[in-house]
């Protein structure tokens, strides 16, 4: 599948503000008082610049932008719909936790740490919704898979949980548990990953070349005579393979800098004084950004679509 | 509406004859001429007479080789939408463009909706949405639908431009959810079948397999190119052996 940069911006950026609104969510209940107020102001307009921004990405891949409201209408059938549906009403609790925190930071604390509830349960909803219009294909049995949705999610908490850690240090306030938090749910999400490239690879490949055509009784079925000669939309959309040769590579490189390395820094940022482990934090953060890319990319470029059959590829 | 019709009235469909198809690739441009003015207007070509010449088109001709040696052939494969009957490019469509009609089965994409997300592409596998890079919509078969029921053509003219263009007779339509329609029987008596069946789409459009090739069929590569009659023991036939062993001799 042709990795769409603006499908993985989204992914990745809207995913990691999710996150971050979710865990600071969690640190208003848990604490019984607000955070600092700088500091949840910040987090709290991060999370919405981040997802916002993903949003805004996701509409550049579309060839009418201007009609995107329309998808917002078949949510009883579309996991595609369900997540712009989700995406949107997150933002009513997530803006009025923002206008609390920001004008009335005296109120009684139960009122914002309602509004984080339901804006948590609308980010993981969100999330989830993501990883269900991929896992929902079953042209792509890469992503056909029961863990796709999971480490969307997974991915999604950790990315958060290291910006909450980073701001935390930022602002010298008692970023400890966050910051061992975010290493835990860092090599959480690795061990999934690992998981389901392990799953990917042993799956079987029982699709074929002669039940796409039909012609196996007759033999072997080869290609003799494409249909077009240069790649029409159906090779360039879901015949990529660019980066499958390099795969393992990549997966090795994803694992060591986007999870176990910024795992590891966050330990140790939880043992140091503030500045020092903001920098750690922030080498924690700029690590897993690069993970995160890369993983999301090989998510699109290792998925063989069942079409890829009648141009050509044998099994499927 | 993305939710599927429980059950449609008509299932009507393409039944294609592999045996007979001929690769001529009528069926593909007679689709794309209708087509760009039809429904689904315009089909936009990309650099048309560039470097990398592509574009939309809603009908597309492999040619494969299948069997080896004297089994081998070489079987011409046109693929286009098969108006499955739960098709998964309806249900992923988060806006309500792509549609199956409860009269007909036909699977349509609303031009006037559609925000060209091509998720509905992923979501097919026979490959038969493409996105027009230039409308910023998909486009996919429509079964002319603006041919099948328009009463401004003469009757037999109503039917899809691919089977009117057909030389050799190798497309048909027809109500495929009538057991007595002719595309029906034809499907019953050649053993017409679903491409890719284990994927659940329960597509309406039928293949008809080549049919098997006679035992005495010449072959290439198996029988020479020429043979020596065997002698019937005419005087006509003796006199040649004779002259054949002198000239040998």
Same mark, same amino acid.
């Given at each position: 599948m042709n990795p769409a940069y603006s499908v993985i911006l989204f992914t990745t950026a809207s995913g990691a503000g999710y996150g971050l609104l979710v865990w600071l969510a969690f640190s208003v209940v848990l604490g019984g008082t607000l955070p600092t107020g700088n500091l949840a102001a910040t987090a709290l307009v991060l999370a919405l610049a981040l997802v916002t921004t993903g949003l805004l990405a996701s509409t550049l891949? @579309?060839? /009418? !932008?201007? /009609?995107?409201? /329309?998808? @917002?209408?078949?949510?009883q059938t579309s996991w595609l719909s369900r997540e712009g549906v989700l995406a949107l009403a997150t933002y009513v609790p997530a803006g009025l936790w923002l206008l609390v925190q920001w004008l009335w930071p005296a109120a009684w604390w139960i009122l914002p740490a309602l509004l984080a509830l339901l804006a948590a349960a609308g980010a993981v909803a969100t999330v989830w919704a993501t990883g269900m219009i991929y896992q929902s294909l079953p042209t792509i049995r890469a992503w056909s898979e029961p863990l796709v949705a999971p480490v969307y999610l997974l991915l999604s908490l950790a990315t958060g949980a290291v910006l909450l850690a980073l701001l935390q240090a930022g602002f010298a306030t008692s970023w400890h548990v966050m910051a061992i938090l975010a290493a835990v749910l860092l090599i959480a999400a690795g061990l999934a990953k690992w998981l389901y490239w392990r799953r990917i690879d042993a799956a079987p490949r029982s699709w074929t070349v002669e039940s796409a055509t039909g012609l196996g009784s007759i033999g072997r079925v080869r290609p003799l005579e494409p249909p077009h000669t240069q790649p029409n939309f159906v090779m360039r959309e879901m015949g990529y393979a660019v980066a499958r040769k390099h795969a393992s590579t990549l997966r090795m490189m994803a694992l060591g800098a986007g999870f176990i390395a910024p795992a590891l820094l966050l330990l140790l940022a939880a043992s140091l004084p503030p500045v020092p482990a903001t920098f750690a934090a922030l080498a924690a953060t700029l690590g897993a950004a690069v993970g995160v890319l890369a993983e999301r990319w090989l998510f699109f470029a290792e998925a063989q679509h069942v079409v890829t059959l009648y141009y050509g590829a044998e099994r499927a | 509406m993305t939710a599927l019709p429980l059950a449609t009235e008509k299932k009507l469909g393409l039944v294609i004859d592999l045996d007979t198809c001929v690769g001529c690739q009528a069926c593909v441009t007679s689709c794309k001429e209708w087509n760009n003015g039809g429904y689904s207007a315009p089909l936009s070509d990309e650099q !048309?007479?560039? +470097?990398d010449p592509h574009g939309a088109w809603l009908n597309r001709v492999h040619s494969y080789e299948a069997g080896e040696g004297a089994k081998g052939r070489t079987v011409h494969f046109p693929r286009s939408c098969l108006h499955c009957e739960t098709p998964a490019c309806v249900t992923v469509c !988060?806006?309500? +463009?792509s549609y199956k009609r409860g009269e007909d089965g036909i699977v349509l994409v609303n031009p006037d909706t559609c925000i060209g997300c091509k998720l509905c592409s992923w979501a097919? !596998?026979?490959? +038969?949405r493409e996105y027009d890079y230039t409308d910023g919509i998909m486009k996919k078969c429509t079964l002319c639908v603006d041919r099948i029921y328009n009463e401004t053509l003469s009757p037999e003219d109503r039917q899809p431009a691919c089977v009117k263009a057909c030389p050799t007779g190798a497309r048909h339509f027809g109500d495929l959810g009538d057991k007595e329609s002719a595309v029906s029987k034809l499907v019953a008596m050649r053993g017409g079948y679903d491409l890719l069946p284990e994927m659940g789409y329960k597509p309406t459009n039928k293949y008809l397999p080549p049919r098997p090739r006679k035992a005495d069929a010449l072959v290439g590569g198996t029988t020479p190119a020429e043979t020596i009659p065997a002698t019937d023991g005419s005087p006509a036939e003796r006199l040649f052996a004779w002259v054949d062993r002198v000239l040998s001799a």
């Open positions: 891949h @579309l060839g /009418r !932008p201007e /009609r995107a409201w /329309r998808a @917002l209408t078949q949510w | !048309p007479y560039g +470097a !988060p806006t309500g +463009a097919c !596998p026979y490959g +038969a």
